[in-house]
């Protein structure tokens, strides 16, 4: 599939937990959003909470796509979520899906996360591990706003416990009670390709051995091995933080790529020869949308 296209609609990338666009001499996309620009996509980095509940996270997404559409012109718009981000973008996909032609999920926990619900065993709710938890992720968050390149001033409202309950199993079954749409009827399936004159798309990883990997420490890499060491159900088939299965949303591209959660926005090296690029899938998608008239 050729890569060089220009889609009908903008693109609109969603960060996920603890996310941002750009703080100094770092961007959340890897040079992603430089490449689609690169083949004419019109794309627009957004910024959300680094913290909060999945609603909370989509009615900010909500506004953003607002800007967007005012901005630009365009009646509609493609939005592509890494992680918490494709749930806030299938939330606003489900309240306004005259504003929205597509959303593609990346490495989404629509199933919830086995990492989210271990945490949740561990603390338990109100308790002072929790509290203490929380706070630790919402000050970096808050610090990642101020170190934030492109809305310097920002101050964004900020939930920890609400994050790590809308990330859990049993908080994802509830958000998927009340906005369905793409998700597969059976486990590891496929869902409804286009819901409401929306089109859902889903891809992700799995953590590879890397035996011949390059001798740098990857601290990424590293984390995500660690984490997975909280997978039952997936053991084996995850990214350190999402389940394959768990990803699966609309018509999946595949769920299989050898990424970890970090590496499908690009922050791996080139570690094998042969080995598929984040990057090119993400153009091979760009083409993907631009062939359906999205």
């Known amino acids: 599939m050729g890569a060089s296209f220009r889609t009908r609609y903008p693109l609109v ?71 918490q981000g494709g749930l806030s973008a299938r939330y606003a996909a489900a309240l306004r899906p005259d504003w929205v032609a597509s959303v593609t999920t990346v490495a989404t ?22 509290r203490l938890l929380a706070r630790g992720f919402e000050g970096l968050a808050r610090l990642m706003e101020r170190l934030e390149c492109a809305e310097p001033g920002l101050c964004l409202p900020l939930d920890g ?52 990997a390059v001798p740098d420490f990857d601290p990424g890499h590293a984390l995500c091995r660690r984490l997975a060491r ?27 790529y050898p990424f970890d959660h970090l590496d499908v926005i690009n922050r791996c090296r080139e570690r094998r020869e042969g080995e598929a690029r984040p990057l090119g899938v993400y153009l091979e998608h760009l083409a993907r949308l631009a062939e359906a008239g999205l």
């Open 13 to 83: 990338l969603v960060h996920g937990l603890l996310g941002f666009v750009r703080l100094p001499g770092h961007s959340y996309w890897n040079g992603i959003d430089v490449a689609l620009r690169r083949q004419g996509a019109q794309v627009h980095a957004v910024r959300l909470s680094g913290v909060h509940d999945n609603e909370a996270l989509g009615n900010q997404l909500l506004e953003r796509i607002a800007a967007v559409r005012a901005a630009s012109g365009a009646r509609r718009v493609n939005l592509l979520g890494h992680s």
């Open 230 to 256: 909280c997978f039952a159900r997936e053991a084996g088939q995850n990214d350190g933080l999402v389940g394959r299965f768990s990803s699966h949303l609309g018509k999946v591209i595949r769920s299989d």
């Open 109 to 130: 926990p629509n199933q919830g996360s086995e990492v989210a619900d271990r945490l949740r065993d561990l603390l338990p709710p109100s308790g002072r591990r929790e």
């Open 161 to 212: 416990p609400a994050s790590l309950l809308a990330l859990t199993s049993e908080g994802m079954a509830g958000f998927n009670a009340r906005y369905p749409q793409g998700l597969p009827e059976r486990w590891g399936g496929e869902g409804a390709g286009a819901v409401d004159g929306v089109c859902y798309y889903s891809w992700s990883g799995v953590l590879q051995t890397r035996v011949d």
